[in-house]
T-cell receptor, first 112, second 114 residues
Framework: QKEVEQDPGPLSVPEGAIVSLNCTYS??????FMWYRQYSRKGPELLMY????GNKEDGRFTAQVDKSSKYISLFIRDSQPSDSATYLC????????????FGRGTSLIVHP | DSGVTQTPKHLITATGQRVTLRCSPR?????VYWYQQSLDQGLQFLIQ???????AKGNILERFSAQQFPDLHSELNLSSLELGDSALYFC?????????????FGEGSRLTVL
């Protein structure tokens, strides 16, 4: 079992839809949770960064962490064609190596 | 533009050859990370350097090596290349050495081994 599991998709939605992207993990030491967006032929860029459990909102994006279920989510409201990209979750532990472990990424396609 | 520069952007070479990938981190960032991204494995951490010293090692093959120079740029050397080494190689940088916080990624070097 991989430490971080993420459905590769693709996930295809119409413009304006609410998108839900998810990751599960097995390492209970993970405390830092991140979502990166990667456009085709580009490097990943950080979208959201959260510590421990709870919700964080930034514009159309909301990140949720449920440590009891080892499950994190990224919600995108009013999705736009420009949101079409691969979304990678990443997480790292505290008290030792902080090197982020990435999920394989979910390919999102928002069609007009 | 993340501020992280990687060269070359594309590289095609043959099995058994050796290549060097170069990375210049963002101004002020002391930490450099190398990741390999392939379709079947996703983004895999290879190695991290902080201010010239190796800080953490991931799934890096013995055929691969890296270093960070006094001007903080880093090079990843891949030798005795195999077909399976074909992948995107990303460099990322951060201010901190503990890996916490935001990593800024370059646009990657696409390696094709024929």
């Amino acid at each position: 079992q991989k430490e971080v599991e993420q459905d590769p998709g693709p996930l295809s939605v119409p413009e304006g839809a609410i998108v839900s992207l998810n990751c599960t993990y097995s390492n209970s030491a993970f405390q830092y949770f991140m979502w990166y967006r990667q456009y085709s032929r580009k490097g990943p860029e950080l979208l959201m960064y959260t510590y421990s459990s709870g919700n964080k909102e930034d514009g159309r994006f909301t990140a949720q962490v449920d440590k009891s279920s080892k499950y994190i989510s990224l919600f995108i409201r009013d999705s736009q064609p420009s949101d079409s990209a691969t979304y990678l979750c990443a997480m790292s532990a505290s008290g030792g190596s902080y090197i982020p472990t990435f999920g394989r990424g979910t390919s999102l396609i928002v069609h007009p | 533009d993340s501020g992280v520069t990687q060269t070359p952007k594309h590289l095609i070479t043959a099995t058994g050859q050796r290549v060097t990938l170069r990375c210049s981190p963002r101004s002020g960032d002391l930490s450099v990370y190398w990741y390999q991204q392939s379709l079947d494995q996703g983004l895999q951490f290879l190695i991290q350097y902080y201010n010239g010293e190796e800080r953490a090692k991931g799934n890096i093959l013995e055929r691969f090596s890296a270093q960070q120079f006094p001007d903080l740029h880093s090079e990843l050397n891949l030798s005795s290349l195999e077909l399976g080494d074909s992948a995107l190689y990303f460099c990322a940088s951060s201010v901190a050495g503990d890996g916490g916080g935001e990593l800024f990624f370059g646009e990657g070097s696409r390696l094709t081994v024929l």
